[in-house]
């Protein structure tokens, strides 16, 4: 039904920044939010920002204000800039389809990006 394919990330030292994209195909029409998640080894994956249909954006505490979540209109493509970047956020990025504007309609691993590898070291 779906695929997003992720670009962006890497090595970058504390302080720097990085900016991740996702790519959709599929349905786009029927989407109604999107987020980004990370998953440290060990951790537990968690959303760390999430935009909606009208625009609306929700950030994780530790993040707010260091990362900006966007996407085009038509949800082709959604984006994280991350700025500011500390070890802390070593971790593998996903993208999501959160949620779709008929709720019934079921979501599968295709609502999954790949991953992409986010290292902050000096």
């Known amino acids: 039904q779906f695929q997003l394919v992720q670009s962006g990330g890497g090595l970058v030292q504390p302080g720097g920044s990085l900016r991740l994209s996702c790519v959709v195909s599929?349905?786009?029409?029927?989407?109604?939010?999107m987020a980004w998640y990370r998953q440290a080894p060990g951790k537990r994956r968690e959303v760390v920002a999430r935009?909606?249909?009208?625009?609306?954006?929700e950030y994780e505490d530790s993040v707010e204000g260091r990362f900006t979540i966007s996407r085009e209109d038509n949800w082709n493509a959604v984006y994280l800039e991350m700025n500011n970047l500390n070890p802390e956020d070593t971790a593998v990025y996903y993208c999501h389809i959160d949620r779709l504007i008929d709720d019934s309609q079921k979501l599968n691993a295709d609502s999954w990006g790949q991953g992409t590898q986010v290292t902050v070291s000096s």
């Open positions: 599929g349905r786009l029409s029927t989407i109604r939010a």
């Open positions: 935009i909606g249909v009208e625009g609306a954006t």
